[in-house]
């Protein structure tokens, strides 16, 4: 069953996604080459238990995984799209980081990814980053309601392909509130427009959009069991919002 949420319940998941964002700024700022994941791990654990929130990944445990989720943040390097997990190799100067943060605050979760240059980058990376942020934009505008969930997977895959890049097949957004994966269980980034659920004020979804260089859509399990890379070896992003559609027309969550 979809919960649609109340303006008081949006009230309180603005204020948990508020803490996201907050945590995502202060670990892009430390992001620099030579910093460890672990390192950005520990920022993002402090700066959630600062707001009295509650890190949602942490133990999390979802039924494809071989073990808890051992950290606060997704980090993903350069060709791993999602779900890596931070470990202890410096960031290097050229490398591209998805930071993915979930967080919970007084019952309600909210979850938002950035991807971003460590030092300077090469043009295909800023390009890279570029568009798949674009595509998320495009997926949020298309969350209106009488929309149908189709739209916004149609917004955000008609930003891949014009760009020539792949999306990272089996991930999608999904439904978020007083869990952080709920109905509906998938916001894809694919689909045909005017299909799937019916969009209505008070659902609240995750978008992110997870996008391949190489212009293939297959990922590629790494051995850890979590982190998932790009098959084709070429470099992913990954962007993603906790938003509630309301009369209004879209409202991001996750801002600071
Ligand atoms: N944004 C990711 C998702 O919605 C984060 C989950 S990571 C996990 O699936 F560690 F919590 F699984
Ligand atoms: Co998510």
Redesign the pocket.
Known sequence: MVAYKTPRELAIMREAGRVVALTLERVAKAAVPGVRPVELDAIAARTIKEHEAWP??LH?H?RW?PSP?PATL?LSVNDVV??GIPDTRPLRAGDILSI?C?AVLGGYHG?A?ITIPIGSVDAGAARLLEVTERALRHGIEAAVAGGRLGDIGHAVQSVARAAGYGILEGCTG?GIGTA??EEPAAVPNTGPPGRGMRLREGLTI?I?PMFIEGGHDAGRMLPDG?AIATADRSRGAHF?HTIAITADGPVVLTAP
Do not use: K, L, R
């Open positions: 949602s990944f999390y979802p995984a989720y997704c999602v779900h993915d979930g979850d990814a999904h952080m994966h995750a992110e979590w993603e």
